[in-house]
């Protein structure tokens, strides 16, 4: 999106996130590029046709910089699907979806797909099954996912149709079944792709709409980066590669309104030599560019699929699992070395973290950039962070799972008091490099409530300030540079991005409120602006 007049932005707040130049008292925007700060009246007045912003006081930042959130699935549950986020038990979760299909007038042998739910906060304190989607309907094909996307519950009618009856792929492990065999409709991890296979993916002008709206909704939140994993929700390679093709059209008609760094999801080998033809191929700009390869080492905590290296607390044996062979994941790390991609490792459990310790730290040299990056690193001991220190590893964190885990932690690990488990602070104290992320729509999009989770520790919807683990709360400047000049560094792309400074990219974001009153909570604050390449953008209100 190209800019059309200069842009001078004064009268305000106007905190740079540059150690070497705090706060400036205005900026000069052209051509999508900073060109000067703290400019006189005389450099002002030189300045041929000029667009002047007047804050009125008001705080400017960099734009707000997302390390990791799958954006296509963020727009396909908003937009698309059904949200079952509000259920606070398996009734009102079978109330949502028999009261939407009503409503749509979704006819039989139709999809009707749930997200979003989790039975920590159910009544019930336990999953969904295919008996009670049953009850819903048994002539449509249900398919609800967790808020995590690594459980999904089918009702009989889809696990027919997925060929997932009493004998079929009796060794998977990922379909949880009853004592005497049948299952039971919950899917884990691996067992997803039995499912996801059948989906039907969006049509072309369904998926740019998606991610239009998606777009606009992201800026209006003051993000002007995003990495985005979104090749993981339909498992088809064609659909994959319109997917980016979509996002390299809009960059090339300016109806980007963010900036994209794509996280390409490969799920083994093959994956992997089959996208790198079409990688290869993509005109890289500051717009829209590969971030690098993603892989998944683990599951989640929540559905118990993370690997631990000591079982679940209340079992015997469950440790979660493991998704890759050390070799497997090794030589996928050694081509994307080869290739000059960088290696993103979804790691949540100590056990995956491990792995990622022992294979990632001998293929990468100290001088590879981006370097290695891993995300999430919750249930993680210090002898680990230390680890991750020396081989320069950097760590992607989503503040807000410190805030929405914290009751169910105890139920899953003992050693959770011991060791820095959502360790912001002592991934810093480690002089790790740690950037921050929402993971959306697992969590909220919305960096101001990640930044309020990372300095208060407590849940957003709490009036108390009582913090989980309060050792690990980050200072107000170390929460913002989580989403501004540290995510710009993760990805190498610090020289341009992140500060506020001569040079440096346009990318702004106006708060409504001055986050640097002690009295004031970040969630409470909204963005009021968001200027992204020297553009004010405009958001269309689809959300």
């Not at 296509?72 to 908003?78: A, D, F, I, K, T």
């Not at 067992?191 to 800026?219: F, M």
Request: aromatic share 6%; glycine share 6%; hydrophobic share 40%.
């Amino acid at each position: 999106m190209e800019q059309k007049k200069p842009l001078l932005i004064q009268n305000g707040k106007i905190f740079t996130m540059n150690p070497e130049q705090p706060r400036i008292d205005n900026l000069l925007a052209i051509q999508g590029t900073i060109c000067g700060v703290n400019l006189s009246d005389s450099e002002i007045n030189a300045v041929e046709d000029l667009e002047v912003l007047n804050l009125e006081g008001k705080i400017c930042l960099p734009g707000f910089h997302d390390t990791h959130m799958h954006l296509l699935g963020l727009g396909v549950n908003r937009y698309r699907w059904i949200d079952l986020n509000g259920a606070n038990s398996i009734d009102e979760l079978i109330d949502i979806i028999r009261n939407t299909i009503i409503r749509r007038k979704i006819p039989k042998n139709s999809w009707v797909i749930g997200y979003g739910w989790d039975q920590e906060n159910y009544l019930e304190k336990r999953m969904p099954t295919k008996y009670d989607l049953d009850l819903i309907s048994k002539d449509h094909y249900i398919y609800v996912k967790r808020i995590c996307s690594h459980i999904g519950v089918c009702n009989s009618k889809l696990l027919n149709m997925c060929n997932i009856a009493d004998s079929a792929y009796y060794n998977n492990a990922d379909i949880i079944r009853h004592p005497d065999g049948k299952p039971t409709g919950i899917l884990a991890d691996q067992a997803l792709g039995l499912v996801n296979a059948y989906i039907p993916v969006p049509r072309q002008p369904d998926l740019e709409s998606i991610i239009l709206k998606t777009c606009d909704y992201l800026s209006s939140l003051g993000l002007t980066t995003v990495e985005t994993d979104d090749l993981s929700l339909w498992p088809d390679f064609d659909f994959n590669k319109r997917v980016l093709d979509t996002y390299i059209n809009m960059r090339s008609y300016g109806t980007l309104k963010i900036r994209i760094l794509e996280q390409v999801r490969v799920k083994t080998l093959e994956d992997l030599h089959r996208i790198l033809p079409v990688i290869k191929r993509i005109k890289q700009d500051e717009w829209f560019s590969i971030s690098g390869i993603k892989l998944m080492l683990d599951g989640s905590l929540g559905g118990m699929t993370a690997a631990l290296r000591q079982p679940y607390l209340y079992t015997k044996t469950l440790r979660g699992t493991l998704l890759y062979k050390d070799s497997e994941l090794l030589e996928i790390a050694q081509i994307c070395r080869e290739n000059d991609l960088g290696i993103i490792c979804h790691a949540i459990g100590d056990r995956a973290i491990d792995q990622f310790i022992r294979v990632i730290s001998g293929v990468y040299d100290a001088e590879d950039q981006p370097r290695p990056r891993l995300v999430h690193c919750q249930l993680c001991h210090q002898t680990q962070l230390a680890k991750l220190a020396d081989m320069t590893a950097t760590v992607l964190i989503q503040p807000l799972f410190a805030t929405s885990d914290r009751d169910m932690v105890p139920s899953r690990i003992d050693w959770w008091e011991q060791e820095p488990v959502y360790g912001w602070k002592s991934m810093l104290n480690h002089g790790l490099l740690i950037a921050g992320g929402s993971d959306a729509p697992v969590e909220d999009a919305s960096p101001l409530l990640g930044m309020d989770a990372a300095v208060t520790r407590c849940s957003q919807h709490s009036m108390s300030l009582e913090a989980w683990k309060p050792e690990e709360c980050l200072d107000l400047t170390e929460a913002v540079s989580l989403y501004t000049r540290w995510a710009a560094k993760s990805v190498n792309r610090n020289e341009h991005f992140g500060m506020l400074r001569q040079g440096n990219a346009a990318d702004m974001v106006i708060l409504g409120s001055d986050i640097s009153s002690p009295e004031q909570r970040l969630r409470d604050v909204q963005a009021e602006m968001t200027i992204c390449g020297g553009t004010i953008m405009t958001q269309d209100l689809y959300f």
